[in-house]
């Protein structure tokens, strides 16, 4: 068996789950789309009234709100009361997991007032957000002023506070790293209830650095100031299909926007927006995309493509005609190009409702689309989750950028999921160790797309059911994501928390590094009070007994690294 041969499995006995997710697009059309729909109407007219509202009537609400939530973590007893938690319901998350840490507390929180934008500061480049503003909410606000986000998430549905708590990644990454490097400031209300602004150079920059990945568990967000650049108003787009094999394919996509000679800072050789789509273990489509004018893109002989409109084609699929006619341009309209996988959530909706993309479905109810992945979850009990879990993946690689061809043909052997996204994001080298971090001494090699600033990361998405599922044979899928996980160790990567994760705690701060995360934990107050970082994205049920003992023994981390400053 050659090295990239997947190996042979057997057939696998079909069960009643099966049947039942078979034929799940009833429920998705009749139930989940209607309602999916009208939430997001309600949720539109929400987000318009808000922005009637002045910058100071708007700002007026959240000190009363931030006013209520000192309140409310004032009343907590420690003795007495659980652990925090938001009161937001658990199958409301975007991510995958199943977030059963809301089990493991008592005492709620409402954030669920802050859905608004404070402030859009031009002279300051700054848009000042509550946690829960969307990404589709803010692009509506700032497109129009030829500003946006250094860094707009694809999906509309995803919020800033899961973002910058979590993982946010787009095309522009490679240039401005992932979204929480793009934050000035942090809000946080402290578990003793106190107020604090967070910045890089502040008294409170260790708790900057430590919030990015924390999961929320230092501190409520209750606001962040992230920065904005000038855009102009539409994208111009290549093409480019790629035949070969997969180290071919990851080549091409190293070469679409980090130069070979290392000018990486170049705006002439180094796109805006980057964005790689394998289809195949030999075919791929590479995307770069540079800010084009009203003027520019309306010139004759230019092709404009709407890709917003319902019944167009979805996105992934018209980029991979490329492979069939060859290279080609258009111009996208830029808010359009920012949201362009959210109706079919990148190629999820191929398999939650099968004939989606096809044109009738598309042009009769492809204005419904995306079903809200909240209402999803919400109509799976466990069985169904379960299922999903061992055949279905939806998971992301972080790996060095000159590792991607590893990365690729490990997917390949191990799952046989495409299409594969790619996405390159600077890691930038901080003045202190975070939960994740470059390279040791990378910048000594001088590998593509690296900079004395920051080495160069990939996000190798993986989203899909794996072919061995697809062809009826037997696959494990917790034994799939812990091989891939300590593929991710051995080399120096990293798993976004939003995903199902089968590591152990000692195997998890492997991955991560602990040091300034407990540091903050423990001198700001969270040991006790929130849940770890751990705890919060371990895969199954947690108890609130389980997760308090584990606190106490957690008061000194074992595994964490001692924190050394980056040099």
Not at 20 to 25: D, G, K, P, S
Request: proline share 5%; aromatic share 14%; net charge positive.
């Amino acid at each position: 068996m050659s090295d990239l041969e997947a190996p042979l499995r057997p057939k696998r006995k079909k069960i009643w789950v099966d049947y039942f997710v078979q034929f799940r697009w009833i429920i998705v059309i009749f139930v989940v789309l209607p309602i999916s729909f009208t939430f997001y109407f309600l949720t539109y007219l929400g987000d318009v009234r808000s922005e009637w509202k002045s910058y100071k009537t708007r700002q007026k609400q959240h000190d009363e709100n931030v006013k209520k939530v000192i309140k409310r973590l004032k009343q907590r007893n420690p003795s007495k009361d659980g652990l925090v938690c938001t009161a937001r319901k658990p199958w409301i998350a975007v991510g995958m997991r199943n977030v059963d840490y809301k089990r493991a507390r008592h005492f709620e929180v409402d954030l669920s007032a802050f859905r608004n934008i404070l402030e859009i500061d031009r002279h300051r480049m700054v848009a000042r957000v509550e946690p829960l503003v969307n990404m589709g909410q803010i692009s509506r606000a700032t497109v129009p002023m030829n500003l946006s986000l250094a860094v707009v998430a694809e999906l509309d549905d995803l919020t800033v506070g899961g973002l910058i708590n979590g993982y946010g990644i787009e095309g522009s990454s490679h240039k401005f790293g992932l979204f929480s490097d793009t934050v000035v400031a942090y809000e946080i209300v402290l578990a003793d209830g106190t107020l604090v602004r967070a910045t890089k150079d502040n008294e409170h920059s260790d708790l900057f650095y430590a919030i990015p990945w924390s999961q929320g568990t230092l501190g409520l967000l209750v606001a962040a100031e992230i920065r904005l650049i000038p855009i102009k108003e539409y994208m111009k787009l290549t093409y480019k299909p790629v035949v070969g094999n997969l180290r071919d394919i990851a080549q091409a996509y190293s070469d679409s926007f980090a130069p070979r000679d290392g000018d990486q800072h170049n705006d002439d050789k180094v796109p805006d927006f980057v964005e790689g789509m394998v289809y195949s273990p030999s075919r791929a489509v590479m995307m770069t995309g540079k800010y084009a004018s009203k003027e520019e893109a309306k010139k004759k002989g230019n092709k404009i493509n709407s890709v917003g409109w319902w019944f167009k084609p979805w996105f992934y699929q018209h980029a991979e005609t490329a492979l069939k006619k060859g290279e080609f341009v258009e111009y996208i309209p830029t808010r359009e190009y920012y949201h362009r996988h959210t109706r079919c959530l990148y190629w999820e909706g191929k398999l939650i409702l099968p004939f989606a993309d096809q044109f009738w479905f598309r042009f009769l109810l492809g204005w419904l689309m995306p079903p809200k992945v909240s209402l999803l979850k919400a109509t799976q009990g466990d069985a169904i989750r379960n299922y999903y879990h061992e055949m279905h993946v939806i998971q992301d690689m972080l790996v060095p950028l000159y590792k991607v061809g590893d990365a690729l043909e490990w997917v390949h052997r191990e799952m046989e999921v495409y299409p594969i996204w790619l996405c390159p994001h600077k890691m930038f080298r901080l003045p202190i160790k975070t939960m994740i971090y470059p390279e040791p001494g990378f910048e000594l090699h001088s590998r593509q797309g690296d900079t004395q600033t920051g080495q160069m990361y990939t996000d190798v998405g993986v989203y899909y059911a794996p072919g061995p599922v697809l062809r009826g044979e037997v696959f494990d899928g917790a034994e799939a994501v812990r091989k891939m996980e300590n593929w991710l160790i051995e080399n120096h990567g990293f798993q976004p928390q939003y995903a199902v994760s089968e590591l152990s705690e000692k195997s998890f701060w492997r991955m991560f590094d602990a040091s300034l995360y407990e540091q903050c934990r423990r001198k700001y107050g969270a040991v006790g009070t929130f849940m770890s970082v751990y705890y919060k994205s371990k895969k199954g049920r947690k108890t609130e007994k389980e997760v308090q003992e584990a606190e106490q023994a957690h008061l000194e981390t074992a595994y964490a690294e001692v924190d050394q400053p980056v040099e």
